[in-house]
């Protein structure tokens, strides 16, 4: 602001003619063109172009369009400055101001992603959504890579299941969204947690869908166990949900073929209207 009092001052101070009135507008739209920033130094290339356009303003308001060439023997320099007498301290006004538009929109947008930044490194270190309690998925991945190694090691099954209603929910695009999921699904979580073991994982996968994992547990087993999951939800007025199932090792070697397998039965189990579905128990 007191760049523009000063600059506008000197230039109505040189300019008392009909062009005095357009550097007012040209440095307002310097302005808003550097902190739009539609591309970068926008500010100060806009600048260029409105001192051009305050010459041309002068040109034509004092001389016309066809006095120009009768004043051809007249030095250059004197034809601009007899034109647009103001031109030095509009330059010198639109670019400090376009500068400083580019400056101050850099540092918003510097600061924004900072402020991001500081959301998800917080975002990252509450392992539950909320005050849903329910687990995130990457705070969910680290017991489960746990859990498969050491099925592994000991020649043990593991199950993984996907639990969602009916319609699918859709990818969770942000935080706030799989929050928002989570709140659906919280009365099922604690349905999950209330029937199944303590051992056993529940979180929220990244499709929105609860995902339990249940070590040492085989595909009939972790089949008994939803089921009476399904029925419980139905005498509680919870949705009974459609569940994908995936058996390690033969579903998967790990936790992200577990998944994804796990995720094509639950897609199969919406769209067959089938209460739970697994490659093996359709064979």
Same mark, same amino acid.
């Given at each position: ?7 506008? *001052? ?7 003619? /009909? ?20 591309? /970068?130094?926008?500010? &100060? ?20 369009? &066809? ?17 647009? /007498? ?44 909320? $005050? ?23 020649? *043990? ?31 099922? @979580? ?20 609860? @995902? ?21 939800? &139905? ?21 992200? $073929?577990?998944?994804?397998? @796990? ?8 769209? *067959? $209207?089938?209460?739970?579905? &697994? ?5």
């Amino acid at each position: 602001m007191a760049w523009m009092a000063a600059t506008l *001052s000197a230039t109505s101070y040189l300019d008392a003619g /009909p062009t005095r009135m357009l550097p007012p507008a040209l440095q307002a739209v310097t302005t808003i063109v550097g902190l739009w920033r539609p591309m /970068p130094y926008a500010g &100060s290339l806009f600048a260029v172009l409105g001192t051009l356009l305050y010459l041309a303003s002068g040109i034509v308001a004092r001389f016309g369009v &066809s006095g120009v060439a009768s004043r051809a023997d007249v030095p250059l320099t004197s034809l601009l400055l007899s034109a647009a /007498p103001g031109i030095a301290t509009v330059f010198l006004a639109l670019q400090g101001t376009g500068w400083l538009a580019d400056l101050l929109a850099t540092r918003t947008e510097r600061d924004e992603a900072q402020r991001q930044n500081d959301r998800q490194l917080i975002e990252d270190l509450v392992p539950t959504h909320g $005050e849903t309690g329910l687990l995130k998925w990457t705070f969910a991945l680290r017991p489960a890579r746990d859990e498969i190694l050491r099925a592994r090691r000991y020649n *043990s099954q593991l199950s993984l299941a996907l639990l969602g209603p009916r319609e699918s929910l859709g990818e969770g695009d942000d935080a706030a969204a799989l929050d928002e999921m989570a709140i659906r699904q919280a009365p099922l @979580a604690a349905l999950l947690k209330e029937h199944l073991r303590p051992t056993d994982v529940v979180a929220l996968y990244r499709t929105g869908d609860i @995902a339990v994992l249940m070590p040492q547990t085989g595909l009939q087993g972790a089949l008994i166990a939803l089921d009476k999951v399904r029925s419980e939800a &139905s005498k509680r007025d919870i949705e009974a949900p459609a569940v994908g199932l995936a058996e390690f090792p033969d579903d998967g070697a790990d936790i992200e $073929e577990l998944a994804s397998e @796990a995720e094509h039965a639950l897609q199969f189990a919406r769209e *067959s $209207e089938l209460g739970i579905v &697994s490659r093996n128990l359709l064979l």
